[in-house]
């Protein structure tokens, strides 16, 4: 009988088992499974075991079986379908993972294994996916966008820098700033760029920055190394304080190669630090030069003005004139114009005469008598015309008047009884046309051409 620790096992009081003769207790294999999955399940407890995936199956149940594995163990899984479930990867054979699993024994075979309660990917793998996830959650909500970065300060008087004050990273920033652009300030917040809280510090520094407002520019940035060594610029809490802070930011984050969610959300990414730094100065010879530039364009300007203005003042020199010489000018220009005023006013004077004259020619051609004298012509032509009119009218509708007569007269029942016809009435005044309708003895009444006369038929 093995040593168990004390209070963890106790000999089973079922019938089942039978006391030999010699006093020792005897279990069936079953109850020993038993009383070991108990042991293991309460003395043990929720650990977590990392290793490589082999022997994976997924039946029709939904639960997953594999074994762990490193270079000198296995030991058998189970993950119910429940728990698998929320997995975020499929599992494969060959897959680094850890899983947080409590330790138990089948029964039915005896066999010792692990109940998977959670399980994730190990290393550079879950990095990469976690990064992959938290890209696609700060992209579908615009922190990635063009149109939220700010632009660049040209001349930054004040440029702080977040990052390690131990990097070489820092030393390469403040050489190239020191050298391309030695006017400005420049104040370095110190900061962890990797280990536990590192990131936490980076986003305080940030936030910080941006409420002091004491920074034209910010650069945030560490030098090269692993992912693992860049994730504290992976991490969300970093990516939403670049966001939200109001100074225009650089990252510096790592080599060339390397891209972390701080470089997509900055304003600017630039590949090295030290290509940060020569992105935010401006070049002091070029300063220097354009300087001298401007200073050649201004002076050159500057004689051009003075030679234009010396021009002027000869121009207007040689126009000034001795005062008795403008008096006579003047009194000259005096006699013109006094000249000129009296032959405007000779000429008005005409002017206005033949225009009177003209108005009384015209008043004279509307004066009443006249216009009386034209009426009463056009009132005895009018006069002739329409009684010439009303004649010639009256003598057409005479012409008219006489051929209807004519024309009626021949169509008149009357010219017929002249030819020598009569019209044939009864005592109702009912013209007789045939023979058969009268009757012996039927008084009749025959109109004439001149007279009327009354028959009796036989």
């Not at 002017?351 to 005895?380: K, T």
Request: glycine share 6%; with cysteine.
């Amino acid at each position: 009988m093995p040593d168990f620790p004390p209070g963890a096992y106790s000999p089973p009081s079922s019938p089942q088992s039978p006391l030999p003769t010699d006093g020792r207790p005897v279990l069936s294999v079953s109850e020993l499974n038993r009383e070991v999955k108990h042991l293991l399940e309460g003395s043990v407890p929720l650990l977590w075991v990392s290793g490589e995936i082999s022997n994976f199956a997924a039946p029709s149940s939904g639960h997953w079986y594999f074994t762990l594995k490193d270079a000198r163990a296995q030991v058998r899984c189970a993950m119910f379908r429940g728990r698998n479930q929320m997995v975020r990867f499929r599992p494969a054979n060959g897959r680094e993972v850890l899983a947080r699993a409590r330790v138990s024994l089948y029964e039915g075979r005896g066999e010792f294994q692990l109940i998977i309660e959670h399980l994730e990917e190990a290393g550079f793998g879950a990095l990469m996916r976690q990064l992959e996830e938290l890209k696609a959650k700060l992209q579908a909500e615009g922190l990635f966008d063009l149109a939220r970065k700010k632009p660049l300060p040209y001349l930054p008087a004040t440029i702080g820098i977040i990052t390690s004050p131990t990097g070489a990273a820092v030393r390469d920033m403040i050489q190239v700033l020191g050298r391309r652009y030695p006017a400005a300030r420049i104040e370095l917040i110190p900061v962890a760029v990797q280990g536990q809280g590192s990131a936490q510090q980076i986003a305080r520094a940030i936030e910080l920055a941006g409420r002091l407002q004491r920074h034209d520019l910010l650069i945030v940035g560490r030098g090269g190394g692993s992912l693992e060594d860049l994730w504290s610029f992976n991490e969300e809490i970093v990516a939403r304080a670049l966001a939200a802070c109001p100074i225009p930011t650089i990252s510096a984050v790592g080599h060339e190669t390397d891209t972390t969610i701080a470089d997509l959300v900055a304003d600017v990414r630039a590949p090295t630090p030290s290509a940060a730094a020569e992105i935010a100065s401006a070049n002091a010879a070029a300063l220097s030069e354009e300087i001298d530039s401007i200073r050649s364009r201004l002076t050159r300007a500057v004689h051009l003005q003075l030679r234009h203005l010396r021009q002027q003042v000869q121009l207007v020199g040689n126009r000034i004139r001795h005062p008795r010489e403008q008096l006579q000018n003047r009194a000259q220009r005096l006699d013109h114009l006094e000249m000129r005023l009296h032959a405007a006013i000779r000429n008005r004077t005409i002017g206005n005469a033949q225009r009177l004259a003209q108005l009384n020619r015209a008043l004279s051609q509307v004066h009443p008598r006249h216009r009386i004298e034209r009426a009463q012509v056009q009132l005895a032509q009018q006069t002739q015309r329409l009684h010439k009119s009303t004649l010639a009218l009256l003598q057409h509708k005479r012409e008219q008047v006489a051929h209807a007569g004519q024309l009626l007269h021949s169509v008149s029942p009357l010219a017929v009884l002249e030819r020598g016809y009569a019209i044939v009435q009864d005592d109702r005044k009912q013209v007789i046309r045939r023979a058969q309708d009268t009757r012996t003895g039927q008084r009749i009444h025959a109109r004439l051409a001149e007279g009327e006369i009354t028959a009796v038929i036989e």
